[in-house]
């Protein structure tokens, strides 16, 4: 890693940070479509009587292990995101941003467990899921914006 006092590294720090920040909402996109689809024609509009965690995910097929792999994955980058939002970035929008971030993915990440968990049968706990998901979303577009540059991203 560059020096983040020169402009060439703070030029490098600040555009990997923002291709972390895209990766993220791409994957974020890929969950939202994934769940929806698992949530709409999967699950069973009656419940299951969940075996475990991971065995419930599994019954219903591989696009279900995949949208759990997935929020595993983005619950490490969203903490890889705010760790690196206060090394690479001085803007106070962007940590925010980040912080709130990733509050609404482990929201999202408990709504998951517990909509599995209730049988696929919980509504509450899966629009705690999908609410979180568009919270996330949205601080994770907030951190980009303001990632754009140090100078004119500067908040308070």
Do not use: C
């Not at 990766?23 to 996109?29: C, E, P, Y």
């Amino acid at each position: 890693m560059m020096p983040t006092h020169s402009p060439a590294g703070r030029n490098l720090t600040t555009r990997s940070f923002r291709i972390l920040l895209v990766g993220v909402l791409g994957l974020l996109t890929l969950q939202g479509w994934s769940g929806d689809t698992v949530n709409i024609f999967f699950a069973p509009s009656s419940g299951v009587t969940p075996t475990g965690f991971f065995s419930a995910v599994e019954s219903l097929g591989s696009l279900a292990v995949l949208h759990m792999s997935v929020g595993i994955l983005l619950s490490i980058l969203a903490v890889v995101v705010l760790a690196l939002s206060f090394v690479w970035s001085k803007s106070t929008g962007v940590r925010i941003a980040s912080v709130l971030g990733l509050i609404m993915v482990i929201s999202a990440a408990i709504g998951g467990y517990l909509f599995v968990m209730s049988g696929f049968a919980d509504g509450g706990n899966s629009a705690q899921m999908g609410g979180s998901f568009i919270g996330a979303y949205a601080f994770y577009f907030i951190a980009l914006y303001y990632s754009r540059n140090p100078q004119e991203a500067k908040v308070g």
